[in-house]
């Protein structure tokens, strides 16, 4: 698992210290920042979730471009904003400056997250899943440290000064950076084609593969429901009585086991078919949301939050590499900022719909309902995108 392509390692480090910077910029800071400048929790919730439509938008129009012009300077751009933007925080006074700054703050990740995917499934087709796992695990120890890190200097210090940390550490990310390799050998190609031309080829390449819509809203659908998880779980732990504590706790396992399992979910994938190993994910996450009301203490939430990391490892690696396969190569980067802008939607849309559920059902309706419906969406997606074994590994 050590021995990856040229250049794999510094993209390695280069994104687990852009994204652990730009989680500690996150929480639990900007909830924080943005209530001391007068906003409202609805303001609040548009504040954390702006940057994320940003990436609904921007994703699937970022892939196309560097389908086109090469990925590496949409690679250094990106790094360019995040190490320029958090320095621009200490100037924000009112809740709606904060916003837009969140929007362009946004757009770095809009950038990196298609791109990097991109570099990563163009480096070979040999073990791509189990590469595509080990990669995310870069991407995903953010969630781990990020919030306690900055939770300890806002211990001693202010938002400011959590703010100038993360783009010092932005800045550090340019080090690894420099040994990125970048495959170049289909732009003189694509460029031979007139702007306009390329875009229309990659919207209808796009929206006709069925595998990409397929693994598009099943990322919508899972995402949707592990956002609502981060939303709500809180309450409903102190409702059933485990206390905060327990929701914390929950959320560090899902992570640290969704991390642990991913290299071996995505050399799964690539040995036993990715069809077989998305459906036992699921089977996994689904369960776990269905069981989880009726768990009577808090060390069975913690295990089932096991459960819920395991299907989380098992089904992401297989989902991307799926779209590496079956995607056009002159028009990866395209796909990839689709299904990126699709997962991004669940995002968003998975609080609000479960939100608007929780006004009218009690939890102990809600969450199995979810799991129930997660399921059900996930096995009607891959029996019309795999009656013949189409979603296995070519």
């Not at 991407?139 to 990020?146: E, K, P, T, V």
């Not at 939050?305 to 028009?331: D, E, K, M, W």
């Not at 995002?347 to 059900?376: E, M, W, Y």
């Amino acid at each position: 698992m050590l021995r990856q392509p040229s250049g794999f390692w510094g993209l390695f480090a280069t994104d687990m210290i852009v994204r652990a910077a730009y989680q500690m910029a996150k929480s639990p800071v900007l909830p924080i920042l943005a209530a001391s400048l007068g906003a409202n929790k609805l303001m609040i919730g548009t504040i954390i979730g702006v940057s994320t439509l940003t990436g609904t938008v921007f994703k699937p129009i970022v892939g196309m471009l560097s389908d086109r012009y090469g990925r590496r300077i949409f690679f250094f751009t990106a790094l360019l904003l995040f190490a320029g933007f958090p320095f621009l925080y200490r100037f924000v006074h009112t809740p709606d400056q904060l916003v837009w700054m969140r929007v362009l703050h946004g757009t770095a990740t809009a950038i990196f997250g298609p791109v990097t995917l991109a570099i990563v499934t163009e480096m070979s087709t040999q073990s791509r899943g189990a590469r595509l796992g080990l990669f995310e695990m870069a991407r995903g120890s953010g969630h781990l440290i990020a919030p306690a890190v900055a939770g300890f200097i806002l211990a001693w210090s202010s938002p400011e000064v959590v703010f100038t940390v993360v783009g010092l550490m932005s800045c550090a990310a340019f080090v690894p950076a420099l040994f990125v390799r970048f495959d170049e050998s289909r732009r003189e190609a694509v460029e031979r084609t007139s702007f306009l031309a390329e875009l229309i080829d990659g919207v209808k390449h796009a929206a006709t593969r069925r595998e990409l819509w397929f693994v598009g809203m099943l990322e919508f659908a899972i995402y949707g429901s592990i956002y609502s998880l981060k939303a709500f779980l809180p309450i409903f732990a102190l409702e059933a009585g485990y206390g905060v504590w327990a929701a914390g706790l929950f959320f560090t396992f899902q992570e640290a086991t969704h991390l642990l399992v991913r290299p071996f979910g995505g050399r799964l994938g690539d040995r036993r078919g990715y069809a077989p190993t998305i459906a036992f994910g699921l089977v996994a996450i689904g369960g776990a949301l269905v069981a989880l009301p009726s768990a009577p203490n808090a060390s069975v939430l913690l295990a089932l939050a096991v459960v819920v990391g395991i299907g989380q490892g098992l089904t992401f690696p297989s989902t991307v590499a799926l779209i590496g396969n079956r995607i056009a190569a002159s028009h990866i980067g395209m796909g990839l900022g689709f299904y990126g802008a699709l997962r991004n939607g669940g995002k968003v849309a998975g609080p609000i719909i479960v939100g608007a559920l929780l006004q009218v059902f009690a939890a102990k309706l809600v969450f199995p309902g979810l799991g129930i419906a997660a399921l059900l969406v996930a096995v009607a997606l891959l029996i019309l995108a795999a009656p013949r074994g189409r979603v296995q590994t070519p």
